[in-house]
C-alpha cells in the first residue's frame, strides 16, 4: 500500500483510529496504532477524569492531562505515524481547548459532533493539520466556504461519518428511526462529486460500520483516500478503557446495539443496559455534579449527566455507564493486540521467494 502525503506528514497506512471520549482512546491506544503508521487519535473529552482537581478545576485537569497523554503516545509511537486529538465542536469551553491544542505536539486537530466552522480561526499553529468531520456533502460545501472567507484555509483532510458510526451520530431521530438516512457509500459518492466541482483537492476518509479489510478495500475502491475506525479498536489489549468495558462488546449481541439519547441533542448509539434502558423509558438520573461539559446541555432539564455516565463506563461500572458502540460492536469476540489487528486489515504484501 502506498505511503499518504498530507501536506508534509506521512501516514504509512491510510488509517485513522477514531477519538473515543471519556478516555477510551488516550495515549496508550494512539501510541500504538501510530507506532504500526497510523494516525492514532487521543479524544479531548474529559480526559482528566482521574486528575485528582478533575472535579474542581476541569479545564486545566483536562489540558494537563491532555498534555500528559500525547507524551505517552509519542514515546510508545517511537516516531512513527501521525497523532491527532479530537474535539467536539459541542463541547462547552471548544475555543479555549482549541487554542491550548494547538499549542501541543500534535500532528492534527479532528473536530465533529456539530460543524466546526470557527476551527481555522482558533488554531494558532498553521504546521498542525485540520480535519473537519460531517455527514453530509451539503456540510462539507457550507464549512470549506466559511472556511476560506473567514480564514483563507481548505481543510486538509475531511472525514464523513455514515450512519453505523457509535458515538454520537450526525442525523435526526426521524432519519433513524424512519430509516430515511443515506448510507456511507452515498454520501461518500455526493462529498466526492462536490469536491471535483468545486475543483477541491482534498484527501477524504470515511467512518462508521467500517469493520473488514475487505470493508476498507470497498471504501477505497469508492474513491475514498482512507478510512477512520473506531469500534474495532475497542477490544484491543492496548485500549485505554477497564476491561470490563471492552467486555460489554465481547458478551454483547446484535439485538443489544440500540439508539439512546444524549444531552448534546444528538442521538448516540450505545450497547444496552440498565442506564440506556432506563433512558429511553423516559426516567431521568438526577445530576449530582455539573462537569460543564456539553453547550447544548441545560443540569436542570437534562435526562442524565453525559460525564458522568461514560465515566463510569470507562471505569468498568457497565450498568451505571453509557457504552458507545458502532453497529458492529457485536462482532469484536476477542481482545487482539493493535499490532495484530492493523496486519489483519492492512496486510504487508506477501515476499515473492
Ligand atoms: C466508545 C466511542 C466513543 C466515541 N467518542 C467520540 C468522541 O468523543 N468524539 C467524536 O468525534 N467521535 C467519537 N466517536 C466516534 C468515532 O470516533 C468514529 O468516528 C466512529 O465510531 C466510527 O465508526 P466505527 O466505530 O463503526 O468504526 C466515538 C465512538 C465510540 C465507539
Not at 508534509?8 to 494512539?30: D, E, F, R, W
Not at 482521574?50 to 503516545?73: G, Q, S
Not at 450497547?271 to 441545560?298: A, F, G, Q, R, W
Not at 462482532?331 to 515476499?351: A, C, G, M, Q, W
Request: aromatic residues 8%; glycine residues 8%; negative net charge.
Amino acid at each position: 500500500m502506498d505511503k499518504l502525503y498530507i501536506r508534509n506528514k506521512t501516514l504509512n497506512i491510510p488509517l485513522i483510529q477514531g477519538g473515543m471520549g471519556i478516555g477510551v482512546s488516550l495515549g496508550n491506544l494512539a501510541g500504538h496504532v501510530m507506532r504500526e503508521g497510523g494516525m492514532g487519535v487521543i479524544s479531548a473529552a474529559q480526559p482528566g477524569y482521574l486528575e485528582h482537581d478533575f472535579k474542581t478545576n476541569t479545564i486545566e485537569a483536562n489540558i494537563r492531562a491532555l498534555e500528559k497523554e500525547i507524551l505517552k503516545a509519542r514515546e510508545i509511537s517511537n516516531g512513527q505515524g501521525l497523532l491527532g486529538v479530537n474535539l467536539m465542536v459541542a463541547a462547552e469551553h471548544y475555543d479555549v481547548y482549541a487554542k491550548a491544542i494547538s499549542q501541543m505536539d500534535i500532528d492534527v486537530i479532528i473536530s465533529g459532533a456539530g460543524l466546526p466552522l470557527e476551527l481555522p480561526t482558533l488554531s494558532v499553529n498553521p504546521d498542525i493539520l485540520l480535519a473537519p468531520i460531517v455527514s453530509s456533502s451539503k456540510a462539507m460545501v457550507l464549512l470549506i466556504k466559511r472556511w476560506l472567507s473567514r480564514a483563507n484555509r481548505y481543510p486538509d483532510l475531511i472525514i464523513i461519518e455514515g450512519p453505523l458510526a457509535g458515538g454520537h451520530l450526525g442525523f435526526s431521530w426521524d432519519q433513524l428511526n424512519n430509516q430515511t438516512f443515506p448510507s456511507l457509500e452515498s454520501i461518500l459518492s455526493d462529498v466526492l462529486i462536490a469536491l471535483k466541482e468545486n475543483n477541491w483537492d482534498i484527501p477524504v476518509f470515511v467512518a462508521g460500520g467500517i469493520y473488514t479489510k475487505e470493508d476498507i478495500q470497498k471504501f477505497l475502491e469508492l474513491g475514498a483516500t482512507g478510512v477512520q475506525m473506531a469500534t474495532r479498536f475497542i477490544t484491543t489489549f492496548e485500549c485505554d478503557a477497564d476491561i470490563k468495558f471492552k467486555e460489554a462488546f465481547i458478551y454483547a449481541k446484535e439485538s443489544d446495539i440500540r439508539y439512546v439519547i444524549s444531552p448534546s441533542g444528538y442521538p448516540g448509539r450505545a450497547i444496552d443496559n440498565k442506564l440506556v434502558t432506563t433512558l429511553m423509558s423516559n426516567e431521568k438520573i438526577k445530576v449530582k455534579h455539573c462537569y460543564n461539559c456539553l453547550k447544548p446541555c441545560n443540569p436542570a432539564t437534562t435526562p442524565y449527566c453525559i460525564t458522568e455516565a461514560l465515566i463510569q463506563a470507562v471505569k468498568g461500572n457497565i450498568d451505571e455507564g453509557l457504552v458507545f458502540t458502532g453497529v458492529n460492536g457485536y462482532r469484536n469476540k476477542t481482545i487482539v493486540h493493535v499490532s495484530d489487528l492493523i496486519n489483519e486489515l492492512f496486510p504487508k504484501e506477501e515476499s515473492i521467494v
